[in-house]
């Protein structure tokens, strides 16, 4: 066999399993309707939950820090990558997350690979929930540490975990996401607290979908919940509107992690730009309890009547809403019937969700009207109704 004949069989395997990927082109900016493949629809399936994509003040702002210093950043941070405006907004960020120190990355995936990788090793153990996003799951085994997983928000099943195999006087760490990505559901963080500090572990807690969605200011579910992660890590491109992720915790966590994560340390520093995009969305997102009343609203709105239209939709308090459907084939195909009815609902399929799950993962915006809402539900509706 040649080497392409082995990328054919690959893809064909992809194909045959219903799971190849091609995605849909965007043209224009990203709001609440948006043009997909040449056609208008709501856009339901963004991780743009406040509507800041496209933003003014984040634009300018961006704009601003291309005029004054080009795009690049030349180098690694390591090297003379690092740029006033990345120690700007790190200070911002590690304030509005109220940590000592904060670290930017340019991806929430090199944070989370990065930053489990550095505070662990070989020697340590991992207890990380069985949901966990796969940059997680991939900083576990760049880690090398023995990892424990444990049953899906189920802090019974750590205990007994912890109670079994944890070994005294190796560092260890419970991993877990804050708002699940694929579910929406929440890690039970008091409890997660306790246990770490019964059992001498960390708690490292990945932020993506909280941030700037829960929490007071939006500064999180953790500040939420009142208790205080190890480690906390927050992304960019999600509420924040913009792109790159940072990681936050005590001077000398974020020291080691500045010095140790490979992902960090042998990689170009984000744009300065990005930077100051993140300074400016800051400002918006601390300030945004309406923007954060509106996609809660939309939310408990579409579950309700979703759930009407006989559509299954998991259980939630945040603004991620699965449609459980099953099936990779009638997912797509379903999400297909929606576009043609005015409404982008992208498919999520395996391995990003357990086989037997696939859905659509509903996601409405801040920015949506109550018009575009029931539009969307007209056409889940009528969409439906084609399928009888
Ligand atoms: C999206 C996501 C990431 C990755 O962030 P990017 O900035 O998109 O690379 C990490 N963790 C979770 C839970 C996510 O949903």
């Known amino acids: 066999m040649r080497f392409l004949d082995h990328i054919q069989d690959s893809l064909a395997r992809h194909v045959a399993a219903g799971l190849l990927r091609r995605p849909r082109t965007v043209t224009g900016p990203q709001g609440p309707v948006i043009t997909v493949d040449g056609r208008t629809a709501i856009c339901l399936c963004s991780n743009n939950y406040l509507g800041l994509a496209d933003h003014p003040a984040i634009a300018a702002a961006a704009q601003v820090a291309l005029g004054h210093l080009g795009y690049g950043a030349a180098a690694s941070r390591h090297i003379s990558g690092t740029m006033d405006l990345h120690r700007v907004a790190e200070a911002r960020l590690a304030r509005f997350v109220q940590q000592p120190r904060a670290l930017l990355f340019s991806t929430g995936y090199a944070a989370n690979t990065g930053a489990v990788q550095a505070i662990t090793g070989p020697d340590a153990q991992i207890f990380s929930d069985e949901l966990n996003h796969a940059s997680l799951i991939d900083g576990c085994r760049l880690s090398r540490a023995q990892v424990h997983v444990y049953r899906h928000r189920d802090p019974g099943h750590l205990e007994q975990l912890l109670v079994r195999q944890r070994r005294a006087g190796v560092p260890a760490l419970i991993l877990t996401e804050s708002v699940f990505s694929m579910d929406g559901d929440l890690a039970p963080l008091v409890v997660l607290r306790q246990l770490a500090d019964r059992f001498g572990c960390g708690l490292v807690v990945d932020e993506a979908h909280a941030l700037g969605v829960l929490g007071p200011s939006g500064r999180g579910l953790a500040a939420r919940d009142g208790i205080i992660p190890d480690l906390l890590i927050g992304t960019l491109g999600k509420a924040f509107g913009t792109a790159g992720a940072f990681v936050a915790g005590p001077d000398d966590t974020v020291r080691l992690i500045e010095n140790r ?34 996609v809660l609203r939309h939310s408990e709105r579409l579950r309700r009547e979703l759930r009407a239209l006989d559509y299954r939709v998991l259980d939630g308090e945040t603004p991620v809403l ?39 993962r509903i996601t409405p915006m801040a920015t949506h009207s109550d018009e575009h809402v029931d539009a969307a539900l007209a056409a889940f509706r009528a969409a439906r109704e084609q399928a009888r």
């Open 261 to 294: 994560a490979r992902s960090y340390i042998f990689s170009t520093a984000p744009s300065p730009s990005l930077a100051a995009a993140a300074l400016a969305a800051a400002d918006l997102v601390e300030h945004a309890d309406d923007r954060r009343a509106t």
């Open 322 to 360: 699965p449609v459980i459907i099953g099936a990779p084939d009638a997912t797509m195909i379903l999400s297909a019937r929606l576009l043609d009815l005015g409404v982008f609902a992208h498919g999520i399929r395996p391995p990003t969700v357990p086989a037997g799950t696939s859905r659509l």
